[in-house]
């Protein structure tokens, strides 16, 4: 193994920061931006779902069942993953529920958990379980994800990529022009850092964040996924063809090559694993980078907090992740007859975690409603728990950091450029702000 990790080409700095790459980002198309299951919410659950959810646990216990009338405690919650829901169904809302449902492989699985997603996308390593999700996890942690590889990653790519972009934003505001963290920092930043470690060039930008939201959303419109797969898996086969000729240091060179333990991927499993991790890891991570300021700069005094004390930028992204995660709902599904929670499940149940509310839960956190960066830090479910904890959290958490220490060090003045009734974070699936519009205070 330690070979083939040396025969890999090194990191290269990143590169395209340019011209070009400025002009890619304001032609952005707005379709991009958004909650992708708005549309399919009630909008005043897809604006607030911790309100009626938070009643829901009052009232209903921490994991609630989908009744006959296809409510749960006279709720209706959306069918984010596309479960058969002639089975049994439920939510969980409370932190200890979700918790035990994340770390108890015993009793709860991912494989078969997810759905339509895998309908459309097939196995990958978030839905495996066993030695396939063991194997898997320890090649992509060694190569690409893992916190010493992702230091390499950060040093090449994450902060130059963060660097150009707040010069970039500074510049636009010094000129008396509107900034949007979304458009000018959040996607791009995003984008960039996941393209360029699986291996796509950024003039596909666009293009290639389209394709990956329709290949996610299989459970509001299968036919759709299908195609957008279709065209991606023709895409990442050619360019496995082609790395086979030139090798790089990309997740398409990285997996062709390793092995973990006498395991390695099959040109299906590369090209799907390739496919699946482009809108996978691009779509949660922009978001919660939006996320991060939209919670700052709808609560000012915070930012100048961090403006005025850069050690409280790591309390403040923990605060943002826990307060307003990017990714709200994770599936399991029980193996055998149990219990969370004083409810029962059966064997083949289905099971929606919503780790959004559970970060609110009030056992464990003082005013959980209200975002405070100076709280007593204690774990959030954000990136879920137990062994399937999300495989790109240190790449969100070099993102969001290395972002906040850049705004608050070049632009300690930045503020909302619109009043704050204006913005709102939509979606339950995933969860963000449209646009957070940025100016220089005077």
């Not at 070979?3 to 198309?29: C, H, K, T």
């Not at 911790?50 to 216990?61: E, Q, S, Y």
């Not at 690409?144 to 902060?159: D, H, K, V």
């Not at 070099?398 to 060090?409: D, E, M, N, Q």
């Amino acid at each position: 193994m330690l070979e083939s990790v040396e025969r890999r080409p090194p990191v290269q700095p990143v590169e395209g920061l340019d011209s070009g790459f400025d002009r890619l980002i304001e032609a952005l198309p707005e379709h991009l931006f958004g909650a992708p299951d708005d549309a399919f919410l009630e909008p005043s659950f897809s604006m607030d779902p911790f309100t009626p959810l938070a009643a829901l646990r009052d009232r209903a216990g921490t994991v609630v069942r989908r009744g006959q009338d296809g409510l749960y405690g006279g709720l209706d919650i959306f069918n984010v993953w596309g479960h058969d829901l002639s089975k049994p169904h439920f939510v969980a809302l409370g932190y200890d529920a979700v918790n035990e449902i994340g770390t108890d492989a015993a009793r709860f699985a991912n494989e078969e958990a997810y759905g339509a997603h895998v309908e459309a996308q097939g196995r990958t390593v978030n839905t495996f379980d066993g030695m396939d999700h063991i194997l898997g996890r320890r090649m992509f942690d060694r190569t690409m994800f893992g916190r010493t590889a992702m230091e390499e990653w950060c040093i090449q790519l994450t902060s130059p990529l963060a660097e150009y972009l707040v010069s970039r934003l500074k510049t636009k505001l010094e000129r008396g022009l509107e900034g949007d963290l979304c458009r000018d920092i959040a996607l791009p930043m995003a984008y960039k850092s996941i393209s360029t470690i699986i291996g796509i060039p950024q003039e596909k930008f666009a293009r290639f964040v389209t394709l990956g939201e329709i290949a996610q959303s299989a459970p509001r419109d299968l036919s759709a996924a299908l195609e957008a797969i279709e065209e991606l898996d023709g895409y990442f086969a050619s360019e496995l063809r082609a790395r086979r000729q030139c090798p790089m240091h990309d997740m398409l060179t990285i997996l062709d090559q390793e092995t973990e333990r006498g395991w390695k991927m099959e040109e299906e499993e590369i090209i799907r694993h390739c496919r699946f991790l482009l809108p996978g890891g691009i779509e949660t991570t922009w978001r919660q980078t939006a996320n991060l300021g939209f919670a700052l700069m709808t609560h000012p005094e915070q930012y100048q907090a961090a403006v005025d004390d850069p050690s409280l930028i790591d309390q403040a992204v923990e605060e943002a992740l826990r307060w307003m995660p990017s990714g709200f709902v994770v599936p399991r599904k029980a193996i055998v007859d149990t219990e969370v929670g004083g409810t029962s499940i059966p064997a083949g149940s289905f099971i929606c975690s919503l780790q959004g509310i559970a970060n609110r839960d009030p056992l464990h956190w003082q005013n959980p409603n209200v975002f405070d960066i100076r709280r007593e830090q204690h774990p959030h479910l954000t990136f879920h728990a137990g062994r399937h904890y999300c495989m790109g959290q240190h790449l969100a958490r070099a993102i969001l950091k290395t972002s906040l220490r850049l705004w608050v060090g070049q632009l300690p003045t930045m503020r909302l450029a619109v009043p704050v009734s204006e913005l709102t974070t939509r979606g339950l699936g995933v969860r963000c702000p449209a646009h957070v519009p940025v100016t220089l205070a005077s």
